[in-house]
């Protein structure tokens, strides 16, 4: 082996690729994991009125160091039908949302992969477009087409179909048109990867087999990209978990979802501990996905290598 | 270089059924104003290994893909076995093809990949199982079966390729490039292995390359290629021995041009600007005198000494400029007074049979047979 010269303060000096790497998990450590422990230290703690709203984990009483874990706040979630009825009310909105992501962005995703290269950069560019733009103003942009007087109603009474305008504003009908319109390009992204890479010479051994295109689509051509089906349906179906804006800005008083019963108990009810503690289950719940993803990703690299 | 290869198994002439078992007549394709295949008609008969030859972009992989049903002709007729196949989709047709980069579908096993086509057919559970496993013994597969094709070897790959367009036993199998995707040091024993499987099962093959060795290895009869039509269609031999086209002779092999004309109409006399003597060959009788004419001699067919003959044609002296040692054979090339290069391609036995080496710029003389020419058409 050769012997280390470098000088003995030089090898601290960290490399080009250690502060590549650890520039992003320092982000994350600072800005996600940190704020992360500090919501799951709240949601063991009691509540309390004043600032903060909530006691201390570690107390210090006549010389006695206590720490004190309340899993009160767990067991209020877990039991309270308010809380069961929202999480299954979002984890229902998602799912419906990625289905009907699924069924407008595959296609989608395929079509502009099998066209030719000027043309598909070119749709690839109108599908990111919405991007230029903030959420928040498209998702408000939605108001102007979906209320009674909008424009999506005063065009179709326009046309006759319907004789008066169509309830859609502040119903859930509205929400789903928000997400499914807000995550989309989320979807069509990964698809669009997998797809523009395949090997069409697959379909055409396919069809000199005999296979129909339809038998050689479902075959062939949805097996090929299922990594981008799980990759794009799990960054539509996540966020759309705990989604808060587009429920409160397009949804109706009905529109039962977990994000916005975390925002009425931190900022209305003054529960902390109870939101944090909703934040921990939902977490939990979110992670179970992902963690089925990682897994699949991780066998599908070590299939290929 | 090309060895004629007299190993080759010639498959008895009786095998061979059916001369028009495949009709391939008149048939053009243009893409936009590129005409990739132009009027080419052939046929193919039963139990026929027919080889396109080709450099790339002569449109014999278009006329593979458009037997396959992957390309619509833009005119002409396709026909196999009495059935025009014109309006036929890819899936319907009787004809599998082994793709250049094998197409393996990577998410299903060997098995699964050979067991697809009969699957498509609605062929019982017990057939396919059968089948298949009979099909992965043809290629010596069967211990593979439950393998990802990713973790095959290319040559491995190939067999199961193979096996996968042998398994619904077509009227008609296409090879696209089969050599292409494997090492050159595997490729010639892999040439004479697909030879024996495709004489074992007995099946009619069309095969597209660009590489002359496969072709001579493998094909009954050649059909060489070039933009888009067809220069020449013969056994190995023939093309070989004799080609009728420059294009042809120079494909095939390499081989020395002498451009001259017929000095009488009645001799063997063609007289050749380049030498100092006539060169003297056997001609078709209905050139007229004075009838411009390229004569092609294979490098092999020429002699080198180092002592003048006493031929009164079919020799010339010349200067040894290059010199390459090949092994089994050596190439010379050999500079004329005129300033003409001709290549000799002496063998390894003839080489070692002379009292010393040719070395550089040696005055040499090189003679050759009254058959051993060529006349090419213009």
Redesign the interface.
Known sequence: MKPNLTPLFLRWVPSGRTVAIAAPFLFLLLFFMIPFVVVMQISVVDSRLGVPPYTDLLEWTDGVLSLKFNFAHYVTVLTDSLYFDAYVGSLEVALITTVICLLIGYPAAYFIARSNPATRNILMMAVMLPFWTSYLVRVYAWIGILKDQGLLNNFLLWLHVIDEPLRLFHTNTAVYIGMVYSYLPYLILPLYAHLVRM?Y??L?????????PW?AFV??TI??SMRGIIAGSLLVFIPSVGEYVIPEILGGADTLMVGRLMWEDFFNNMDWPVASAATGIMVILLLFPIAVFQHMQAKSLE??S | MINVTPSKIQKPASLKGDPNFIQIIDVVKKFGSATAVDHVSLNVAKNEVFALLGSSGCGKSTLLRMMAGLETPTSGRIVIDGVDLASMPAYHRPVNMMFQSYALFPHMSVEANVAYGLKQEKTPKQEIKERVHAALELVQMQDYAKRAPHQLSGGQQQRVALARSLVKRPKLLLLDEPMSALDKKIRQKTQFELGNILYKVGVTCMMVTHDQEEAMTMADRIAVMSAGKIAQIGTPNDVYEFPNSRFSAEFIGSTNMFEGRLADDDSDLVLCDYLDLPLQTRHPNNLPKDAPLTLSIRPERIRLHFEKTDAESNCTAGVLEQIAYMGSYSLFYVRCPSGKMIEVNVSRQVLGQMERLPNYDDQVWLSWDLDSGVVLAK
Do not use: F, N
Not at chain 1, 204 to 212: I, K, M, Q
């Open positions: 090997d010479t697959l055409e051994a396919a069809h000199d087999l005999g296979a129909r038998k075959t062939i097996p090929m299939e290929q």
